[in-house]
């Protein structure tokens, strides 16, 4: 067994929980946040038997994407004035994803 623990975008949540569960693979919503951006994102953790990690995958990769988002970050502007507030374009992932043995599973 395997237990998927994927970073993705919260506009792409829904289609992904719907397509993992049109294919029968429970999957548990945390609502997190980026340590780089410190905005909103989605964990999504799912425990799925090796053979079902495919469609898992497959159904993470389809319904996520890319987008390109903004971020003020502080930046040396080189007087005196010291730091000024300058936009970054950042491309956010589809979807982080990691995979991992799942030593034990228990329902009680
Ligand atoms: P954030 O940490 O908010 O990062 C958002 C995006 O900012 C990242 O997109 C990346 O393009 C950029 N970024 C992150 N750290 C950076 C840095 N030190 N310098 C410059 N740019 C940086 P993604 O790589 O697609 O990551 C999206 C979200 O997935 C991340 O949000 C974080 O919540 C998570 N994540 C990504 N890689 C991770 C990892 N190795 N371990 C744990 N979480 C991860």
Do not use: W
């Not at 079902?52 to 159904?59: D, G, N, P, R």
């Not at 996520?64 to 956010?92: D, L, N, W």
């Amino acid at each position: 067994m395997k237990l998927i623990i994927a970073i993705i975008q919260d506009e792409d949540a829904s289609e992904v929980i719907s397509a993992l569960n049109d294919k029968e693979i429970p999957v548990t919503r945390l609502s997190t946040k980026g340590g780089f951006l410190r905005s909103g994102n989605t964990t999504l953790m799912t425990g799925v038997e090796d053979d079902k990690v495919e469609q898992a995958l497959t159904a993470i990769e389809d319904h996520c994407k890319a987008r390109t988002q903004y971020a003020t970050m502080p930046s040396s502007c080189g007087t005196m004035h010291g730091f000024i507030m300058a936009p970054i374009e950042v491309r956010v992932g589809g979807a982080t994803v990691f995979v991992l043995d799942v030593e034990q599973f228990h329902k009680f």
